[in-house]
């Protein structure tokens, strides 16, 4: 019932790139296929990408215990240093939930709004403002 | 009810019915075009409270409206009259530290509601407050136009109906076309509403709407799922307001309401307040809420909060 | 019951009875009347999208007027009380007078609300029983209730009266003298009762001041007696009716009373807002002051003001008081200020700023002045035919005739121009 992590169209799943290549632990700025990834206002001068993707295994992550996950349970990765969120997020009150109110739920994870290497919400254009009473006719 | 109550009721029925002929016919005869009148015309001027109609009587005005409304919108129309369901009092939460201001809400709602899109009709208010002066109503702003929001130094604070607790709006009108009924959400019977507009007076956050002028909704984009008491098409002349989407979130698959299913940064939460494992109460009893004009004892059941 | 029937149908015979200028006077009427019928049916066809209404100011001219007239017919009181309590002959006299102004005030305000509601056509839900009087709840439903009961209280009387004097008779005062005091506290609930609609709405902080109640009786003691001593002047000058000056002197002092009361309270509540300057005050800028570059209530609040300042001293000092021209300027200006004041001044900065702080600046669209003006020819015109009957009977030119049954009309002109000399026949000569 979680709609499946927000990925950019066939990269999915990593393996399929990665399993042939050797895994560089060297921190760098990315090339070819990830140029596109840039850690933004989100630490970037103290992580890197393998701090959350598992080395060995690019279809997981990987937690600070060491445990590998699926990206569908990436919210336990994201709580490890926002625990507070991760705390509102379970109760329902951080994030959004659709379905029903009295019963099944729709849950977005943190990556369905936030983009992981740059997590601050994107602005939006706002919708078109309401009428002046003087202009309803 | 006894035996003696019933009938009691039904004289009174009867005789209500035959003054209401008379008078009819006596109005009739001067105002209305006798010989063209359809009989749903008619039907729909004798209809009487929605509150004092039996089940078969309901099921027959129901009924009428379908016919109407699927031959005015060429599609078939479905009103309902799902009633409150037990043991729920909806509740709303607005996560003020999050809502960005996009209106997106406004114009869901318009959607889903049936609102009027000319002349325009809008149930959700959003006004931008200075972060500076707080919330400050008279400094507020709901005309914002920036090419992106949030903007810098400002948040925003959507306006609905509270559904409050206590309704100012309720206890004045004259003639008992709005109420509170037993799950919180105050609504309107559209066809016993006078217009006098007492109610909007009464109103402390602006969240009945009158129709100026006979609703313009375009066929293509009208919301065929509706409730009596909720969404369905409104005539000239009457007050309306937001029903916590009754039509979708009485049903026993209680849909979310439109607003909340929309809503781009989850800042909307919904639920039974009667239910301590529900969204709602987890944010009433974690949070810092807010709620607005607390002083007038409106008791809204609409709770404004931070989630940070 | 024969007899009756006899005197309606004597009073239908002497309405068609009357001078030229009556009937041109009655036909400008009905010409007015016709317009605001035809702006009132385009209201009824468009919606009320052809008002300024919207809903941040959801109120507007209409209401406006409503709340005004309501005031108006309070002059009934004023002559009843110097007249019943007081037995002090010279108003006694005109005593009737009084209660038919406050009918046709009444029959004024209640077409307001009329052409107010969005469905005049739901009107029957309002009727007890057949609909639903949400009594004693709304405030709404309490006036319903007491206006109705004033119109037909002051209609019952003055009707019984002229009754009376036309078969010849003194009315029978066991009956009438419990009505008129009974109509003392009515007169006093229709304001009330007004007030308190605006009053007990606390998302209004403007109207949601106790000192509510109280101003409109104040102001509603100028306003329809300064109206009604114009109007007496008028009706003693075209018509054979005897109106003394000590009557009407004894009025404008009654009003430089009230008017002190007025401005008193008023000045109570201003003291207040601007002392306290709490977020309630917003209003009260915007209507004295302008807030937020929204100022179209300004000039009229302060004309009003100085209206009403100015008439008081008028009214205050004997020596204006007992001048007709500075009399008749003092019942003009307190008429118009009470006018503003109890009307637009009072309704529209309800509204503004809106609950949410939204500017809407309403000023009323030719529809609504079209109708509005159109309600008060209705309202002049009840007023002209009760008149055209109370005088002659009062005067005893109109009562049954000697076979007891046809009536004897005396009085076949009623609009004259009296004190001229009887060889000027022209009635249009100014």
Redo the contacts between chains.
Sequence with gaps: MVPPPPFTEGIFPCSECHKEMRPNPTRRELKDEHADIQLKNHAEKERWCLDCHDMKNRDKLRLVSGEQIDFTESYRLCGQCHGDKYR?WR?????????????KKQY?LCAH?HNPHNPR?K????????????N?? | MSDREEHDEHVFRLTRRKALKGLALGIGTMVLPAKDASASVWDSFFQKNFRELSRPERQKILARLEKEYSATYKKSVRVKDTPSPEGVLFGYGLDLSRCVGCRRCVYGCVTENNQSRDPQVHWIKVLRLSKERGVDLEHSEQYYNPATVPQEGYFYMPVQCQQCENPPCTKVCPVQATWKETDGIVVVDYNWCIGCRYCMAACPYGARHFNWKAPGLPAGEMNPETHYLGNRPRPVGVVEKCTFCMQRTREPDGKYPACVEVCPVGARKFGNLLDPTSEIRNVIENKRVFILKEDLNTQPKFYYFYSV | MQKVWAFVQGCFLLLRKGSKLYYAWVFSLLVLIAIGVVAYANQLYNGLIVTAMRDQVSWGFYISNFTFTVGVAAAAILLVIPAYVYDWEPIKEIAILGELVAVSAMVVCLLFVTVDIGRPDRFWHLIPKIGILNFPQSLLAWDVVVLNTYLVLNFGIASYMLYSYYYRREPNMKYVFPLLMFSIPAAISIHTVTAFLYNGLAARPFWNASILAPRFLASAFCSGPAGMILMFQVVRKWTNIEIKDKAIFKIAELIAYAMFINLFLLGAEIFKEYYSDTVHLAPVKYLYQGLGGHSDLVSFIWTATIFNLTAFFLFLIPQTRENYVTLNIGCVLMFIGVFIEKGMGLVIPGFVPDVLGDFYEYSPTGTEILVSIGIWATGLLVFTLLLRIAVPIMNGDFHVGEDGVKPHIGDQLFFVRKRVAVEDEDLYSP
Excluded: A, V
């Design positions: 509102d109760s329902g009150i951080h994030g959004k939930r659709t379905g029903q109110w009295n019963g977005l709004c919400f602005e939006l254009q706002p919708m078109p403002p309401p009428m002046r009473p003087e309803i006719r």
